[in-house]
């Protein structure tokens, strides 16, 4: 399998969709089953759809406050919108009521990008409102036009998963046919030497995987299984894909969803989540390629949606 290689930081494959379709089958399930990480060329995105969504978040964030602050959350627990420096502690997510709120501010929108869409029973939550700032007008096009690319994108490593797992290519279609994905752009400031906290405090994600795009600043650590926190180096040349609770869940742990983080740093940093998500309703449970014989799931069933809901309004 083809690896990024970087002097004193960890090495990831890479899932290439120009090579056969056994090789892409065999690279997946081994960087899925060994750190639950891999990359993606940057270039599997249009460069002018994702440039534009790039430098727009720039835009962004080189607003002042005020007008931020204009779309901010409009309410605790808001699933869009502009999360202000401090205001959320990814950690608390896995329970740790000590964790120090993180060192970054976000910009998050939500399906409504993929169009619309009338909320079933339930899904009203998730389909609240994206917000979007009347200071930047051309963020909007932008970001809807790189949330749909990464959605096809998405659909295809779902193809190349399903086969991984010793399933139908299209196995996975009916759980993800009105996905809840949202996407959100970061900015972490510069870290006061004084400050102990980290900017992304360790956590999983909470759906199937993300597909992350950052700038040449490193700071982000992966825990391996002998619980030792590595380095993934910066590559702005490529996506790094990290899988879910949700696929954890589904392969009954075969596949990691593997604690992260974002550590201190001197310098600035950006970087862009596309969250993907299966349904709202989808039921979550242990896939029948993932049980051994006489084994019993590791996971309780659960729906996706009311999941996600309550992982992210731990953390706000």
């Not at 993606?40 to 080189?62: G, M």
């Not at 929108?109 to 939550?125: A, N, S």
């Not at 299966?278 to 029948?288: G, H, Q, S, T, V």
Request: glycine share 6%.
């Amino acid at each position: 399998m083809p690896t990024r290689r970087t002097r004193g930081s960890l090495e990831l494959g890479v899932i290439d969709f120009d090579a056969a379709l056994d090789n892409q089958v065999e690279s997946m399930d081994r960087a899925c089953r060994e750190l639950g990480f891999f990359r993606l060329p940057i270039d599997i995105v249009t460069a002018h759809v994702r440039d534009a969504a790039w430098s727009t978040a720039l835009q962004f964030f080189a607003l002042a406050d005020e007008a931020k602050h204009a779309i901010a959350f409009p309410e605790p627990g808001y699933p869009y919108g502009y999360s202000p420096f401090r205001a959320e502690t990814l950690a608390r997510s896995l329970d740790d009521s000590e964790a120090q709120p993180d060192l970054k501010e976000s910009l998050s929108v939500g399906p409504d990008c993929g169009g619309p869409r009338t909320p079933l029973p339930g899904e009203e939550w998730i389909c609240s409102p994206s917000l979007w700032p009347d200071a930047v007008p051309e963020l909007r096009e932008a970001w809807v036009a790189y949330y749909r690319e990464l959605s096809g994108v998405a659909e295809r490593l779902l193809r190349v998963m399903a086969l991984a797992l010793d399933l139908p290519g299209a196995y996975f279609e009916p759980f993800v046919d009105r996905p809840i994905t949202s996407m959100r752009a970061i900015r972490y400031p510069v870290s006061p030497a004084s400050d102990t906290a980290l900017r992304a405090g360790a956590h999983t994600d909470y759906g199937t995987f993300t597909i992350l795009r950052t700038d040449d600043v490193p700071g982000l650590e992966v825990q391996d299984r002998a619980g030792r926190w590595l380095a993934i180096a910066p590559d702005p040349d490529c996506f790094v894909v990290n899988l879910g609770d949700t696929i954890a869940q589904w392969t009954n742990d075969r596949w990691r969803s593997t604690l992260h983080r974002v550590v201190p740093g001197a310098s600035e940093r950006h970087s862009f989540a596309f969250f993907h998500m299966a349904n709202w309703d989808a039921r979550i449970e242990c896939l029948p390629t993932c049980l051994d014989p006489g084994s019993v799931p590791n996971h309780e069933p659960i729906e996706a949606g009311p999941w996600l809901m309550r992982k992210f309004q731990s953390t706000v």
